[in-house]
């Protein structure tokens, strides 16, 4: 049976990158040797690092603007504290979006107070604020673009008067944005872009070296630049299926084009969401995530029912967060839309049988 994999992470990846990427395993180029056991300093891994680095500058059209790609370990969570230890120097303000958002405000306050902007705290992070003021004299503003767990996404963006950080760990690469007016974007692989294992880091070389206190070298950033990614060993797996998923990605047609797709997937799902009375969504209607569908039954009384469909449908990873309950159903960009469809199928006919 063919599984729909709507899981919020590790993600569902494209299934030639899956093929590509198992042959890896036994036989990487054609060498007779496992990408699992050559050298990391070896030529055919540094030519992969070299392409993964420039392809994820070029999808996100920031090439030759002062930029730098880097793949690094640690998950998002370890951008929390190195983004902070960074670039704060006196105090730095953020907005507070859903449960990440706010672990990464926990990690600044190590070095210094930090200002919540605003926060949709009080309503277990339903929506996105907005109409926010963001100072001047802070040395960044950090938001969060895409909360997986709550399914809201930030749809525009401030002007930010100061660097603007921005956790798109879940809908990178995604849909088209001016990349440019961001000066740090993070991100790990394992929401939109390949394994568990790396995070890539996209950041403008002018904004660092500018905090007082020494910076540990695993944690500093222009250390890793200066490297070329490789300060120490790098996670070779994931950024060798990472480079694939984006190779993938622009034989598509880059992100324009895969925007389209994922369109036309939330709009399948959230339609069927506000015409079946059945089911409410979780998250304010503007602020709706494209990448993680949340919504619930409204009588619990079908659940069973209902989750006896899905399984029998192949659909994997569709309960909700314990922060949330109910269902999420993640659509990043290798989800097709029959998966989806498949899943809509499934809510109509429970409507039907109700």
Not at 56 to 68: C, D, N, S, V, W
Not at 84 to 98: C, D, F, I, S, V
Not at 289 to 315: P, Y
């Amino acid at each position: 049976m063919q599984k729909h994999n709507f899981s919020a992470g590790p993600c569902v990846l494209p299934k030639e990158v899956l093929q590509k990427a198992s042959e890896s395993v036994l036989n990487f180029n054609n060498d007779n040797l496992s990408l699992l056991e050559i050298s990391h300093r070896s030529k055919p891994f540094v030519d992969v690092m070299e392409n993964a680095r420039a392809l994820a500058l070029e999808l996100l059209g920031l090439e030759g603007k002062g930029y730098k790609a880097l793949f690094l370990q640690g998950g998002a969570s370890m951008q929390f504290l190195m983004v902070a230890q960074n670039l704060l120097e006196k105090r730095a303000a953020y907005l507070n979006t859903g449960t990440w958002a706010n672990n990464a405000v926990k990690e600044a306050r190590i070095f210094d107070d930090i200002l919540e902007v605003a926060s949709s705290k009080d309503a277990n992070y339903n929506y996105i604020p907005k109409g926010y003021d963001i100072p001047e004299d802070h040395d960044y503003f950090h938001c969060t673009s895409n909360n997986t767990i709550f399914g809201t996404q930030m749809k525009t963006f401030p002007n930010s008067p100061i660097p603007m950080v921005c956790d798109m760990s879940s809908d990178i690469f995604s849909r088209s944005l001016d990349f440019s007016q961001f000066d740090l974007i993070y991100a790990g692989a394992q929401k939109n872009m390949g394994p568990a294992g790396t995070t890539l880091v996209v950041v403008k070389e002018d904004i660092l070296g500018k905090v007082s206190r020494k910076i540990p070298s695993m944690l500093d950033y222009k250390v890793h630049i200066g490297k070329g990614s490789m300060f120490n060993t790098p996670p070779v797996f994931p950024i060798y299926v990472s480079m694939l998923t984006m190779q993938w990605l622009k034989d598509l047609g880059g992100i324009a084009a895969i925007e389209k797709e994922n369109e036309k997937k939330a709009r399948l799902i959230y339609s069927e969401i506000d015409l079946n009375p059945l089911f409410k969504g979780f998250a304010a209607k503007e602020d709706r995530s494209d990448m993680n569908a949340t919504f619930s039954l409204i009588n619990d009384d079908l659940k069973e029912t209902f989750e006896t469909m899905v399984q029998e449908a192949g659909i994997n990873g569709l309960n909700g967060h314990r922060s949330v309950g109910g269902y999420r159903a993640s659509m990043y960009n290798a989800l097709t839309l029959d998966s989806v469809k498949v899943l809509v199928e499934v809510m109509s006919e429970l409507e039907h049988k109700a």
